[in-house]
Nanobody, 124 residues
C-alpha cells in the first residue's frame, strides 16, 4: 500500500515557476514509477510526466522544456518543477504510483495509487 500527498500548488502569474511535491508512505517507494497527471475543468485527466524507479523519464509534448520531474528516494518524495507557466497549465495536479519495470506508463489506468490532488492556477 502506498499513500500519496501532494503539496505546493497555488495561484501564480504566467511566466512564473512553481514546484509541486508528492510525499509517499511505504517502504517500497523506490520500486515504483511515479507520475504526474493533471485535470482541467471540463477536461479529461491527462499525462504530464513520469519517472521510472531508476530515473527514466517521459514528458508530454506540452510541457517538454518547461517541466522537470525528479525524485528523492531517501525522502520518499517526487517533485515537479514547473517553469514558464502558462494559463493553459491551470489544473488540479495529481501524483500517482505505478509498479512497473521499464519506462513509466502514460496511461492513468496503469497507475495503482493516487494522491488527492493540488490546484495550480496560472493567471494571464
Amino acid at each position: 500500500q502506498v499513500q500519496l500527498v501532494e503539496s505546493g500548488g497555488g495561484l501564480v502569474q504566467a511566466g512564473d515557476s512553481l514546484r509541486l511535491s508528492c510525499a509517499a508512505s511505504g517502504r517500497t517507494f523506490r520500486s515504483y514509477a511515479m507520475g504526474w497527471f493533471r485535470q482541467a475543468p471540463g477536461k479529461e485527466r491527462e499525462f504530464v510526466t513520469a519517472m521510472s524507479w531508476n530515473g527514466g523519464t517521459q514528458y508530454a509534448d506540452s510541457v517538454k522544456g518547461r517541466f522537470t520531474i525528479s525524485r528523492d528516494n531517501a525522502k520518499n518524495t517526487v517533485y515537479l518543477q514547473m517553469n514558464s507557466l502558462k494559463p493553459e497549465d491551470t489544473a488540479v495536479y495529481y501524483c500517482a504510483a505505478e509498479l512497473r519495470v521499464g519506462l513509466p506508463s502514460l496511461r492513468s489506468d496503469d497507475y495503482d495509487y493516487w494522491g488527492q490532488g493540488t490546484q495550480v492556477t496560472v493567471s494571464s
